[in-house]
């Protein structure tokens, strides 16, 4: 205590508190910035919103980068889906991608967005045993590796209903999915809407029912017709996210990629899903930034003065090429010159020395 007390006193106790953080210093590279110092969205914060009846938004993500712009968007929920091995793996179905990717992108995720509350995806053959022990198993390793704060499951069969009330009273948070959902395009014989007649519709809404009596959070409506989310919505005590179900639901959910327009999905005869609002074009701005970077490259002007900002001394440069001589590196030698003569030409200065 007397050591602590004594450091605090001293005046380099600012510099010994750096030496402690893990953020990096500025050098060549800023490090990452602080996020909004908001208050975290929690399952009290959802059920206030469920009560005012007002909208809860629900966005995917994968990676550092796009959980940084949810956090900034103050976006309710960061979704880290099992989409990713569609519009990131580059796959045709989200059935190949591994628990073990998930976590990558689960981790990647947590270190960006710090006010959403977190939902990571259980992945295809990571909770379909017939013991409940491997989904529960699964949902711990989402959130002691993930760092997430819940996880989401699809389907409502007996054996889905029973698993996610095992991970429920594991003491986990469980989201769970009905209508379309992708881990079973092999029974449901691809990507098709649910609920499009009488059984199908009443289904939808039992399930959903299932869902909540097992004690999940909120429901995940896909690819149904309005009134059948309406509907499980009006029967409902908890939220429902709506994805291509219409306007009445909860909230909504989109993926990341598909409402910025930033490449064709997959799915859906390889373009946006029908579903899909796309509110930017952004691939088409990083195919013109890419076609206009190797452009620049290519003919030279890349990169400029205005990108070339580490400067060495003309003395030193003397000097290097001195020492680079003596190690019978001639060529090497005249470039180094060479290449402090155009640097100092394309600045507007004259050759000068120290």
């Known amino acids: 205590m007397?050591?602590?007390?004594?450091?605090?006193?001293?005046?380099?106790?600012?510099?010994?508190?750096?030496?402690?953080?893990?953020?990096?210093?500025?050098?060549?590279?800023?490090?990452?910035?602080?996020?909004?110092?908001n208050q975290r969205v929690t399952l009290a914060t959802l059920r206030r919103k469920h009560r005012r009846r007002e909208p809860i938004t629900v966005v995917t993500a994968y990676d550092y980068p796009s959980a940084v712009h949810l956090d900034m968007a103050g976006i309710d929920i960061c979704l880290v889906g099992d989409s990713a091995a569609m519009v990131v793996h580059g796959h045709d179905t989200t059935l190949p991608i591994s628990l073990d990717e998930i976590l990558v992108h689960c981790r990647a995720v947590a270190r960006g967005a710090k006010t959403p509350l977190l939902v990571g995806d259980l992945p295809f053959g990571s909770y379909e045993s017939s013991s409940n022990q491997q989904a529960v198993d699964t949902a711990v390793r989402i959130l002691k590796e993930g760092g997430m704060d819940a996880i989401k499951l699809e389907g409502a069969s007996p054996a889905r209903i029973s698993a996610a009330k095992a991970i429920v009273e594991s003491g986990i948070a469980v989201m769970g999915h009905v209508g379309l959902t992708p881990q079973a395009i092999s029974v449901l014989g691809g990507f098709r809407p649910q609920g499009k007649n009488v059984v199908s519709a009443v289904k939808v809404v039992e399930t959903a029912l299932a869902l909540q009596d097992a004690g999940c959070f909120a429901v995940v409506l896909e690819c149904v017709p309005g009134p059948v989310a309406a509907a499980a919505t009006s029967a409902l005590r908890i939220p429902t996210i709506g994805i291509g179900a219409g306007p009445f639901c909860s909230g909504q959910v989109l993926v990341y990629h598909d409402l910025l327009g930033?490449?064709?999905?997959?799915?859906?005869?390889?373009?946006?899903?029908?579903?899909?609002?796309?509110?930017?074009?952004?691939?088409?701005?990083?195919?013109?930034?890419?076609?206009?970077?190797?452009?620049?490259?290519?003919?030279?002007?890349?990169?400029?003065?205005?990108?070339?900002?580490?400067?060495?001394?003309?003395?030193?440069?003397?000097?290097?090429?001195?020492?680079?001589q003596k190690l019978g590196l001639g060529k090497a030698a005249s470039?180094?010159?060479?290449?402090?003569?155009?640097?100092?030409?394309?600045?507007?200065?004259?050759?000068?020395?120290?």
Do not use: W
């Open 2 to 37: 007397a050591f602590l007390t004594t450091i605090a006193r001293a005046k380099p106790f600012a510099r010994f508190l750096r030496c402690m953080s893990n953020i990096p210093e500025s050098t060549v590279y800023g490090g990452p910035k602080a996020q909004s110092p």
């Open 335 to 354: 470039a180094a010159a060479e290449a402090a003569e155009k640097n100092n030409k394309s600045e507007g200065g004259s050759p000068t020395s120290d």
């Open 262 to 324: 930033m490449l064709q999905h997959p799915h859906h005869a390889k373009v946006t899903p029908k579903f899909c609002k796309q509110y930017a074009q952004v691939g088409d701005v990083v195919n013109k930034a890419l076609l206009e970077y190797k452009k620049e490259v290519t003919n030279g002007s890349f990169p400029g003065p205005a990108h070339t900002p580490y400067e060495i001394s003309p003395s030193d440069v003397g000097d290097f090429s001195n020492e680079l």
